[in-house]
């Protein structure tokens, strides 16, 4: 199984903390998984110009070559000025339609306010759905007052990361299966 995480982010420390934090969870509990951490900030990537995916060179083309064979994928985005940052909005632009069709998508969100929980809701959901993934609807949301000198220090926070790997891992599971079940039946 290939779990691709993506801490969409090219400023601030929050959601990379909580993105380390479920690659430490993804090696322990399933070591077979073949998992990527993408930490936007360590990439130079090229605004869309709506090429083909394909098409990109360089940091943007494995970025999102690397997002396209995922089997899951796990997005980590801050909230800014009650929206998600442009650079996570840029990798959605750059990839086709529907690139997250066959895909889990599960979502954990880094934020100032309880209030931003909307943002999740009403923006990257729905920006998820069109793009048809599959979404784990339990998302985890950690708000300021859970980190402590860039670490996490709420212990309900790490329990639902722990969930959420669990989740996803068992959502991909099932629908691979359910998928091979169904071209089975086919005899070509």
């Known amino acids: 199984m290939k779990i691709v995480g993506i801490s969409g982010s090219i400023v601030g420390s929050k959601t990379r903390t909580a993105m380390n934090c479920l690659s430490r969870e993804i090696s322990e509990k399933l070591p077979e998984a073949q998992f990527t951490l ?31 064979e995922a089997d899951a994928l796990v997005i980590g985005t801050p909230i800014f000025q009650a929206s998600i940052p442009a650079t996570l909005k840029n990798i959605f632009d750059l990839l ?20 931003h929980y909307l943002v999740v809701e009403q923006q990257l959901k729905p920006i998820v759905s069109y793009m048809k993934g599959q979404i784990v609807q339990t998302y985890v949301f950690i708000e300021e007052k859970d980190f402590h000198n860039k670490q996490i220090v709420n212990d309900d926070v790490l329990f639902r990361i722990e969930r959420l790997v669990e989740d996803t891992v068992l959502l991909t599971e099932t629908l691979t299966k359910l998928r091979e079940e169904k071209e089975a039946k086919y005899d070509f």
């Open 38 to 68: 993408i930490d936007l900030a360590e990439y130079n990537l090229q605004f869309s110009d709506g090429r083909n995916y394909l098409e990109y060179e360089g940091d943007t083309g494995y970025v999102t070559k690397t997002i396209m």
């Open 96 to 115: 086709p339609v529907s690139a997250f069709r066959d895909k889990v998508v599960s979502i954990l969100v880094t934020a100032g306010s309880a209030k």
